[in-house]
């Protein structure tokens, strides 16, 4: 069974700029969420998507958003880009229950310049 | 909101040493506990996770934790360390029924010498 995938695995941006991330869940894993990885701050929950729909969220700015689509495939966008956003993205799939546990993907290496 | 501590920051052990790393969590009710690691250049993996049951919870690779609801700990051990045990270990905690909102430690660095 093919893990969690995210694309692309590495991005170069500069202040201001926006960007997308994309995750492919684990085949018949409907629920997606996103974490932020620095060395300052360690790994931080942004948000969590099931069935399209937001569920939970972290405390992040409004500048960071996300989406579901229909195959469960999600995205992350992050407007205005700073360079405290600098950071790896790790998308995790798992069963819709709060029962099961999260895989993780790779993860995309965002530096913004 | 729920919090996690890892007071190790980075442990070094030789080869055959035992290993205990220290996770503490702070949150008013019932928890699932979790331990991830994250080798070099690897993504996070799942060594073990606790829901509920026999506090004594084994995952892969040998290694084990022990939930202490009293001290409200998760610390992790391992008897005999391989140098391939070298990685990054993650402590992360959800309230019950929500494992799909993790609150991670900050990490502890295992560097086992050969």
């Known amino acids: 069974k093919a893990g969690v995938t995210q694309t692309p695995r590495y991005l170069i941006k500069t202040r201001g700029q926006q960007v997308t991330l994309s995750c492919s869940p684990i085949s018949g894993h409907r629920s997606v969420s996103w974490y932020q990885q620095t060395p300052g701050q360690g790994l931080q929950f942004l948000f969590e998507y099931f069935s399209e729909t937001q569920r939970n969220k972290g405390n992040f700015p409004g500048r960071f958003s996300g989406r579901q689509f229909s195959n469960s495939r999600s995205e992350m966008n992050v407007s205005t880009l700073e360079l405290g956003d600098s950071a790896l993205y790790l998308c995790?799939?798992?069963?819709?229950?709060?029962?099961?546990?999260?895989?993780f993907g790779p993860g995309t290496r965002l530096t913004v310049l | 909101a729920q919090s996690v501590s890892q007071h190790n920051h980075h442990v070094i052990l030789s080869e055959a040493a035992s290993l205990e790393l220290g996770c503490n969590y702070s949150?008013?009710?019932?928890?699932?506990l979790f331990w991830y690691v994250q080798y070099p250049g690897q993504h996070l993996q799942l060594l073990l996770k606790?829901?509920?049951?026999?506090?004594l919870v084994k995952g892969i690779k040998g290694f084990e934790a022990e939930f202490i609801k009293s001290k409200f700990s998760f610390n992790l051990r391992k008897p005999s360390v391989q140098w391939s045990d070298t990685a990054e270990y993650f402590c992360?905690?959800?309230?019950?029924?929500?494992?799909?909102?993790?609150?991670f430690g900050s990490g502890t660095q295992l560097t086992v010498l050969p």
């Open positions: 995790a799939s798992s069963l819709p229950s709060g029962y099961n546990e999260q895989f």
């Open positions: 992360a905690v959800t309230p019950s029924g929500s494992a799909r909102q993790l609150t």
């Open positions: 606790y829901f509920s049951g026999d506090p």
């Open positions: 949150y008013g009710g019932t928890v699932n």
